[in-house]
């Protein structure tokens, strides 16, 4: 999903014909963090998508409609396990016979 948003990011950058610099400027975020981003290493904040999604003058939703547009259908995550994890047992000690 980071690499699926980051492409998003950065083909409607490119549309909107901004650049990064300017882009991260509009959304308060550093340069570095929206090349991060785009390049899928960093998945943003609620507040960063927020940010973004204004400054390319779209809306959270949009995006996120354009990342689901784009996935396989092998691309859902793993069922989260059911119920409480299991404890393990500690160790037995062994004990000492008394004399």
């Not at 995006?63 to 989260?80: A, F, H, Y």
């Amino acid at each position: 999903m980071k690499a699926r948003f980051g492409q998003i990011i950065r083909r409607r950058r490119l549309l909107a014909q901004i650049g990064q610099e300017a882009l991260a400027d509009l959304a308060k975020i550093h340069r570095t963090h929206l090349s991060l981003i785009e390049r899928g290493m960093r998945m943003p904040t609620l507040y960063v998508v927020q940010q973004l999604a204004h400054s390319l003058a779209t809306t959270m939703v949009e995006l996120m409609r354009d990342v689901e547009s784009q996935e396989e259908p092998g691309d859902e995550p793993p069922p989260l396990p059911r119920g409480r994890p299991k404890k393990k047992k500690p160790a037995a000690r062994k004990r000492l016979g008394s004399h």
